[in-house]
């Protein structure tokens, strides 16, 4: 178990879970960084990234948006990444060209 837990560190980005929850206090949500209050549904990620494990919170719209097929830079969102399609086009010429 040891040996495999070392090797998962080792990838940039792994995700552990994900679970659709009905919340009991607010969370930020890591794709557009709105505050959502409690009694949302949100999804719940667990990830190791960069070696350290980090759980983050997912509104419904950035959930759908990170699950669409020609999504491929998950990795490198930073909370509030996703705002809006603006920012998001600017995010991706300036990752992606
Ligand atoms: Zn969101």
Not at 18 to 28: A, I, M, P, Q, W
Not at 48 to 70: A, Q
Not at 75 to 95: N, S
Request: proline share 2%.
């Amino acid at each position: 178990m040891y040996i495999l837990i070392q090797k998962y560190l080792k990838l940039k980005t792994m995700v552990i879970s994900n679970k659709l929850v009905y919340t009991r206090k607010e969370h930020t949500c890591w794709g557009c960084g709105i505050k959502f209050p409690s009694r949302s549904d949100m999804s719940i990620m667990t990830e190791v990234r960069d070696g350290k494990i980090l759980s983050t919170s997912w509104c419904e719209v950035c959930n759908d948006f990170v699950k669409k097929p020609d999504f491929d830079w998950y990795d490198d969102i930073v909370i509030g990444d996703l705002r809006d399609e603006e920012q998001y086009k600017e995010f991706k010429k300036l990752h992606y060209g």
